[in-house]
C-alpha cells in the first residue's frame, strides 16, 4: 500500500484467560461480544468516485507546467483556464468535502502523516491532521478535505521526525473539522498509533 492520494495500524490485542487450578464450581454463561477488527483502508475510499475521476482527468495543459516554475502553484490555476465542465469539475474535487457515507462509523487502520495540531504538557502530540504524503498542509496546498483526517489521539505521540509516516487506527466519523491550517471532512479518535510499516508484500 503507497501512502500517496489515492492510497491506509494494526497491532493485535490478545485476551489472555488464566484458568485455576483444582475443583472449581461451574462458571456462570456469559455472552460475550467482540469487536469487530479495525479494516485497512486506502485513502481513496474516502473519496467519492466522482471526485476521484475527477482528480485522475486533470486538464491537458497542466501537464506543460515546469516543476517549480510560478505557475507550479494550484492556488493560481483556479479558474482563468477552467472554461470548460471537465477542466471546473477537476478543480471542485481540489477542494471538495464530499464524504464517503459508508466509510461513517466504521473501524479503520490507515496510514499517513501527522500535521501536528495541539500538545500536552510533556509536548506530545495529541491532535493532528492525518494526511497521505508528506509536506501537505506545511509545504504544500493542503489535499481535498476528504483526504484529511483530523485525529484526536489522549496518550499523545512524541513527533521526532515530520517525515515518518505512521499508522493509525479507531473509529472514523464523517464530521468536518475546520481551522486555519485546513479543513477535514473525516474525524477519529484513535485507538493505537505505530510506525509505518509496509504491508504490501512488495
Known amino acids: ?9 494494526i497491532v493485535a490485542g490478545l485476551l489472555a484467560v488464566i484458568w485455576s487450578m483444582g ?27 466522482d471526485d476521484l475521476q475527477a482528480l485522475m482527468s486533470p486538464p491537458d495543459w497542466m501537464t506543460d507546467i515546469v516543476d517549480g ?23 471542485e474535487a481540489l477542494e471538495s468535502a464530499e464524504i464517503v457515507t459508508a466509510m461513517d462509523n466504521t473501524r479503520i487502520r490507515i496510514p499517513g502523516f501527522i500535521v501536528p495540531l495541539a500538545y500536552d504538557n510533556r509536548q506530545r502530540t495529541i491532535e493532528f491532521f492525518l494526511v497521505p504524503y508528506f509536506g501537505a498542509c506545511l509545504h504544500l496546498p493542503p489535499p481535498p478535505p476528504n483526504q484529511i483526517i ?4 489522549e496518550l499523545g505521540i512524541d513527533q521526532h521526525s515530520m517525515y515518518e509516516p505512521v499508522w493509525v487506527e479507531g473509529v472514523l466519523r464523517a464530521q468536518p473539522v475546520s481551522n486555519a491550517v485546513a ?15 509496509d504491508t504490501s508484500g512488495y
Do not use: C, Q
Open 150 to 153: 483530523y485525529v484526536n489521539y
Open 23 to 49: 475443583p472449581r464450581e461451574p462458571a456462570p454463561a456469559v455472552s460475550v461480544i467482540e469487536e469487530e477488527p479495525y479494516r485497512e483502508v486506502d485513502w481513496i475510499e474516502l473519496m467519492p468516485e
Open 1 to 9: 500500500m503507497k501512502i500517496k492520494i489515492g492510497a491506509g495500524l
Open 69 to 91: 516554475s510560478d505557475e507550479d502553484d494550484l492556488r493560481l490555476l483556479s479558474s482563468p483556464r477552467a472554461d470548460d465542465s471537465g477542466e471546473a469539475r477537476f478543480f
Open 183 to 197: 479543513n477535514a471532512a473525516y474525524r477519529l479518535n484513535a485507538s493505537v498509533i505505530t510506525p509505518y510499516h
